[in-house]
Nanobody, 124 residues
Framework: QGQLVESGGGLVQAGGSLRLSCAASGRTFSGDAMGWFRQAPGKEREFVACISWSGSTTYYADSVKGRFTISRDHAKKTVYLQMNSLKPEDTAVYYC?????????????????WGQGTQVTVSS
């Protein structure tokens, strides 16, 4: 069984930055695409960003493009989400997830393993 554990969330003022981390253990995720999703109170879970197993392909939601950057470090078995120029509407619980058999995908149905999430709160 694999496990994904997110960290790095917190409270930040609008315009600030945070870096989320997602540490993998229990199985190899090196061949999987990895994604970040978020869910705000009263809203459905939405796609944020994803990265291919090689790291050469990334894909972002329009709402975060140019502000967020996804990356991965195979040696550390960790995926990162660098979030800059944060806005109050970025407030949500952020989840990382893995998807096997795809290069990149924004569809949550394609993701097999999910972390427990980390809270990001952006104050105005």
């Amino acid at each position: 069984q694999g496990q994904l554990v997110e960290s790095g969330g917190g409270l930040v003022q609008a315009g600030g930055s945070l870096r989320l981390s997602c540490a993998a253990s229990g199985r190899t995720f090196s061949g999987d695409a990895m994604g970040w999703f978020r869910q705000a109170p009263g809203k459905e879970r939405e796609f944020v960003a994803c990265i291919s197993w090689s790291g050469s392909t990334t894909y972002y939601a329009d709402s975060v493009k140019g502000r967020f950057t996804i990356s991965r470090d195979h040696a550390k078995k960790t995926v990162y989400l660098q979030m800059n120029s944060l806005k109050p509407e970025d407030t949500a619980v952020y989840y990382c997830a893995s998807a096997s058999g795809v290069v990149v995908t924004p569809s949550p149905e394609r993701y097999d393993y999910w972390g427990q999430g980390t809270q990001v709160t952006v104050s105005s």
